[in-house]
């Protein structure tokens, strides 16, 4: 995607599309567009496109857009993710959005440090920001929903019983566990639960069993939070 | 992996290993070891183990070192990667070791910016040093082979067809190709190429095919190459 719109950018009725500012920016010094060029366009939670560059100038372009298809479907894939520190957050949401997981949940664990939650990573526009530079890179329109859990005993007592019913429900742990399993059943969704760098406590471990959750292993090799991530939704999706 | 000592870190023959400089600060600041602590030590392209610390001040660290294991295998994949410019290339070769990928080499290709080639990042003694950072994390000891394809055209006309003799060949490229298959049989060997970001050009994938290389594709998403190697490592091993 080239351009993702936000929800309140208005298209004209003929499809006509004024851009300035940040997005006439990208145009112009990332993407180098001129009169004629024909670029992707999207708009969040919506349709996406390409578009035809009428004008552009240092004020402002004017693009002739056309809406026509849809977003690729998101993975059938809920995530919970133990808070990463700040600066693999930032990449991880990007990829979060990129992957197509459609529902994430930051979760606290005994080994996440209490001034993680205090970044402003995690503010809701920022949030947001990172995930639509992941829907750029990948093509997609939707942003995925995001809960942040900063409390481990509550979430897993009174959250994960609903939210894992009916679905597979996973928790990737260094350790003597069956292997990763393959992708699920068509129609079937998987939770996937990761744990912070050194991984969850057995304590943890322990809550997340008695919730259904089946620990599974990605073999010898310790992996960062960055690499395990889309290396297990490569496998279960 | 706490330590990882170079193939010149003599152990005496009672196993007693002397460790200063940047190997000290990292026991000190890092894992602020103290006298009695057992580490996870490794020998590189040997076997791994564990130390205990006998001894740790500001000049010196003795440590009682066992390595009675050997390292996690390899898979069985052979990576062709064009080469990406030099701020992903750093996390990408730590992501390489880090997988356990045993072959890497870095191609040229029509939409790789000459100036990626003249990074410093490039050289042995650079490579060696990512390279060891993803052994560590992944508790592996044996560095990747790495090979500096800087001409397309030769490596595929004359070094191509003996790397992918008897071997699965397959190029991951975005366009209406089959998926990505799953791993392979057992000891079955599979060559992975992945384009530059923009892709390769068609006269590229036009002679990796003729070198007998199946394109594969990952879906409407569109991956950055950070995300999308480990996520075909993970689908092919």
Chains 1, 2 share one sequence.
Not at 72 to 83: E, F, Q, S, Y
Not at 107 to 117: A, L
Not at 144 to 168: A, C, H, T, Y
Request: glycine residues 8%.
């Amino acid at each position: 995607m080239n351009l993702l719109l936000f929800p309140e950018q208005a298209l004209s009725t003929e499809g006509i599309l004024q851009v300035s500012g940040v997005q006439l920016q990208h145009l112009r010094n990332v993407l180098r567009s001129s009169i004629g060029d024909t670029i992707r366009v999207g708009k969040v939670n919506g349709s996406m496109g390409t578009g035809r560059v009428i004008e552009i100038d240092e004020r402002r372009a004017v693009i002739d857009v056309t809406l026509d298809q849809s977003p690729p479907p998101k993975l059938a894939l809920t995530l919970l993710l133990a808070l990463p520190r700040p600066k693999m957050l930032r990449r991880i949401l990007r990829m979060v959005a990129e992957l197509g997981v459609g529902e994430l949940h930051l979760i606290n664990s005994y080994r996440v440090q209490k001034s993680y939650w205090q970044t402003p990573i995690l503010e809701d526009a920022s949030i947001e920001n990172y995930f639509m530079q992941g829907l750029e890179q990948a093509r997609d329109t939707c942003l995925p929903s995001v809960n942040l859990q900063r409390r481990f005993k509550p979430f897993v007592e009174d959250d994960l019983p609903d939210l894992v019913s009916g679905k597979r429900a996973l928790v990737a742990h260094p350790g003597d566990y069956p292997p990763c399993p393959g992708p699920a059943a068509p129609l079937q969704h998987t939770v996937l639960a990761i744990g912070p760098e050194g991984g969850f406590i057995p304590y943890e471990i322990d809550m997340l069993q008695a919730a259904g959750f089946a620990p599974i292993s990605l073999g010898p090799r310790i992996l960062r939070v960055e690499t395990a991530v889309p290396t297990l939704v490569a496998k279960l999706c």
